[in-house]
């Protein structure tokens, strides 16, 4: 049996379609404002709203995680980390009573780690991904 990908991942970014419309949309509004010749306070609350969605787009926040044939990388935003997959001892996978799904990685040091963006996922198929790679789960 092999895995059911070679590299099993779910990334959630601030670099969107969605949010290069928005940031068309919010330009378009503050040139409209701008021309209409509107009071100086909305053409301020136009630009700042044009600043929003750039920082945004700029800082591109990513949460997440990929999960290897060696290894997991971690990403929290500006926080990541890459787990050798022997330094996990096993993962606890289950759903929460709004039916949520979340993966607990327990570490050899000790340390639990949440995986960012399990919820995106049933516990079948985690279940299915860890497994495959001879990691043991506990549900």
Known sequence: MTMLSDTFEYRDQSRTPARYFALGAAMASAYLIHSLGLPPLHQLLAVAFVGVVLWRIAD???HGFRLSRSALEVFEGRYRRRIA???VASVT????VDDDTRCILNLRS???LSLPGAERFGTRRLVAEFAELGLPILI
């Open 60 to 62: 591109n926040s990513i």
């Open 85 to 87: 997959l022997a330094e």
């Open 93 to 96: 996978i289950f759903q929460t």
């Open 110 to 112: 000790g340390d639990r």
